[in-house]
Each structure stands twice: as structure tokens, then as C-alpha cells.
T-cell receptor, first 114, second 112 residues
Framework: AAGVIQSPRHLIKEKRETATLKCYPI?????VYWYQQGPGQDPQFLIS???????DKGSIPDRFSAQQFSDYHSELNMSSLELGDSALYFC?????????????FGPGTRLTVT | DAKTTQPPSMDCAEGRAANLPCNHS???????VYWYRQIHSQGPQYIIH???NNETNEMASLIITEDRKSSTLILPHATLRDTAVYYC?????????????FGGGTRLMVKP
């Protein structure tokens, strides 16, 4: 079965640079979520989109923005990168019509800021 | 969302049942109990969820107490590949984003 695809899998950037992470949800899933997991920490919710509209917002810095496109893929844009942004970034998708909160996670993008 | 409490770590012998407890004494009537796990540096993986009845699927069983204040995730025959952090999450199922709040979790170590 198709899973959530994230690209790139690894990314190295320098401080003050920008980065764009991409997420391709499971086909027919209408909701996308972004989570950030710092070293030794639990995943923290950043933002979610349902049918291309922002549906919930967590602890996402103002330097970050995200959107969901007409094909339901999503991109997380990160500007003015800081060393503390080094983390694993997970995307998850779900189907609201399924009636449950079952989220399917991608393999993550490991971002290293030097 | 209701707060959950889990032991920080547990060991289990390979082939034996792993019983992971979760306390959610402030759970509301419309909140579900979800279990996810995260194998080292991989994306979290859904395991099972339930409202008030016990549930079983190909991965695990979920036992919810009658007062719904606690639950136990059971992995019937733990393997080395079940070594992971297990998260118990209580959530209302609705259409408003449905974000997951990961906190604490139990680090299960399955030993040969």
C-alpha cells in the first residue's frame, strides 16, 4: 500500500538559509500534519491542513510557513534557519471521512543546520 | 484533551506478552484512547484505538477499564522489532485538525 512520501530525506543547511520540505500524502487522504522532533524529544505538532485550508496550528515559529496544494501535497517552508531548527520533521496524513484520528506518518526529513 | 501518565520504561522478554499501562483519569466521555509507537528515528506508527470496549487487531489488544480511567496495551508475543517508544494519547475524534499530542511515552525494550 502507498505510504506518505517525504522529500528530501536528509537536508543540510547553514544558519540564515531557507529550506523547503515536501510531503505527499496517501492517495485520497485530505488532511496533512507537520510535526517536529528535536534530539531526544517527543514529536511536537506544528500545523495541519484540511482540504487545502489551515485547520490547526501548534508551536510553529513565525519563520516557518506551510501550505497544501490542489493535489493535496504540502510544503513546509523554513526561513532564517537557526541551529535549534535541527530536527526530524515528520509529515502525516489522514482521511477525515474515515471518522477516526488514525494518522499515517512518513519517514521524516532530517534537517541539520550548521 | 485529557492528560495521560505512562511509566518511562519497561523491559520484556522476547516471546512474552508486553503489557503497557496508561493512566487517563481525567478522560471525558467522548475521548478515545489511541496508541502509537515510534521505532528509533522512524515516523510514529498507529497501533490501535478504542472508546470503551476492548479492541484487538493484528498488532495488539487494547483493554480499557470499565470506568475508562486507565488502559493497557498488550503485545501478545513481543519480538525484538517491537522495541520502541509507545505513546498513549487521548483525543476527541472530530474534524478540526485532529492533531496528536505526544508526551512522555513508555520506552519498551524487548530483550532476547
Amino acid at each position: 500500500a502507498a505510504g506518505v512520501i517525504q522529500s528530501p530525506r536528509h537536508l543540510i543547511k547553514e544558519k540564515r538559509e531557507t529550506a523547503t520540505l515536501k510531503c505527499y500524502p496517501i492517495p485520497r487522504h485530505d488532511t496533512v500534519y507537520w510535526y517536529q522532533q528535536g534530539p531526544g524529544q517527543d514529536p511536537q505538532f506544528l500545523i495541519s491542513f484540511y482540504e487545502k485550508m489551515q485547520s490547526d496550528k501548534g508551536s510553529i515559529p513565525d519563520r516557518f510557513s506551510a501550505q497544501q496544494f490542489s493535489d493535496y501535497h504540502s510544503e513546509l517552508n523554513m526561513s532564517s534557519l537557526e541551529l535549534g531548527d535541527s530536527a526530524l520533521y515528520f509529515c502525516a496524513s489522514s482521511s477525515q471521512t474515515s471518522g477516526s484520528n488514525k494518522q499515517y506518518f512518513g519517514p521524516g526529513t532530517r534537517l541539520t543546520v550548521t | 484533551d485529557a492528560k495521560t501518565t505512562q511509566p518511562p520504561s519497561m523491559d520484556c522478554a522476547e516471546g512474552r506478552a508486553a503489557n503497557l499501562p496508561c493512566n487517563h483519569s481525567t478522560i471525558s466521555g467522548n475521548e478515545y484512547v489511541y496508541w502509537y509507537r515510534q521505532i528509533h528515528s522512524q515516523g510514529p506508527q498507529y497501533i490501535i484505538h478504542g472508546l470503551k470496549n476492548n479492541e484487538t487487531n493484528e498488532m495488539a489488544s487494547l483493554i480499557i477499564t470499565e470506568d475508562r480511567k486507565s488502559s493497557t496495551l498488550i503485545l501478545p508475543h513481543a519480538t525484538l522489532r517491537d522495541t520502541a517508544v509507545y505513546y498513549c494519547i487521548v483525543r476527541v475524534d472530530n474534524n478540526a485538525g485532529n492533531m496528536l499530542t505526544f508526551g512522555g511515552g513508555t520506552r519498551l525494550m524487548v530483550k532476547p
